[in-house]
């Protein structure tokens, strides 16, 4: 590849963001955050399995605030790439390709996955 | 090449539909269960078999996202190779990692 300096297309400093354009790089962004949280799991199975003590420590990590959070944004991200995923998947079978069935299941994806994690956080008991 | 990775990517993200929503539902009562519980739910060979595929599927799912980003934003062929590499690699320590873990309940 050559290395040349021009900008890459799309000029995303001079492009107008729109719905379809910020779900399309929140599915990825989401999609690279969960790689990391998936990668760095066995440690948190090991800690979980390892005795009753380590279980607890794990366990009382987890009501940390900010601890919290990150679980929450996790959720919030596995939520919305999986219904992303499965609007991705439609539009690979050749439905809902045009742009106005585009920007309903792009809404419908937001308030889908928000509901979700809204649900979730009620009823972990967490708050 | 590509063809397959954009296919069994697709694969992948329909197989981990009810994987990661029964998952989900679990991780989320973790809460609640005590750690014997814990122990005798992945200590079964239900658990084995269920932690494992979910793992299995979402790491496979996750090191061909990686290789697509890492494609896309590092244009140094020789680099590319290499991390997409790494990230292949830390993937499947993460994968062995989990089933000796299991295992070792």
Redesign the interface.
Known sequence: MNATKRPLSPHLQIYRPQLTSVLSITHRLTGFALSLVILLSPAILYFLTLSKDSHTLVMNLFQNGFVKLVLFLAIFGLSYHLCNGIRHLAWDAGYGLDLDSSYKSGYAVVATSLGITFLIILTSGAI | MSVQHWKFQ?IS??A??PI??FS?YYI?????VS?DH??ND?GSLNGFIITSLF?GF??FH?SM??EV?IEDYI???DLQKNVVSLSKL??LI?FF??II??AS?
């Open positions: 697709r993200a329909i981990l539909i990661v929503l989900l989320v009562s973790l809460g609640t750690y814990l122990i992945l793992m979402i790491l996750s996202g990686m980003i244009h140094s062929e830390f993937h993460s990692l989990t873990i299991l309940i």
